[in-house]
C-alpha cells in the first residue's frame, strides 16, 4: 500500500476519474491519503476577451465545489485546484509534495498525441514515483 496517492482529476468526458479514484483508494489502504489535484489550464489572452467577465471566477467556484465533494466521499482525502499546464503543474505539485505513487486516467492515444504528447504521457515520463495509468 502507498502513503500518499496523488489523484489528478480532469473533468473532461472522455477521462476515467472514477476509475482513477477507485485505484487510489484501493492503493492508499484504509491508512494511506488521497490528494485530489484539478489543473486549471490558462486561457490564451486571444479568447479571453470574448468570455464573461466573471466566467473565471464562476469556473473556478464550480471546480472548487466538485472536487471537495469529491473529496468528502474518500477516506482521508483533500482536495487542491491550481492554475497552469496541466503536465507541468502536477509535476511540480507531485515534486513539492512528494506522493509515492499517482493514479492518473488517460484517454485512448491518437494521431494528435503522437505530435503533442499528453497529459499522463508527460506524468509517467517525468514522475519521480510509480505512476499508474488508468484507462
Known sequence: MYKHVL???SFDNDRDAAGAVSAAK???????RISLLHVIEHIPAYAISYMPQDYL????KAVVKELS?????LPNATADVVEGHSGRTILDWAEENKPDCIVIASH??????????STANQVVRHAKCA???IR
Open 7 to 9: 489523484v489528478p482529476i
Open 131 to 133: 505512476v499508474h495509468v
Open 57 to 60: 471566477i464562476e469556473a473556478r
Open 26 to 32: 484501493v492503493l492508499a489502504g484504509k491508512d494511506g
Open 69 to 73: 465533494d469529491l473529496a468528502d466521499t
Open 108 to 117: 485512448r492515444p491518437g494521431m494528435q498525441d503522437l505530435l503533442l504528447g
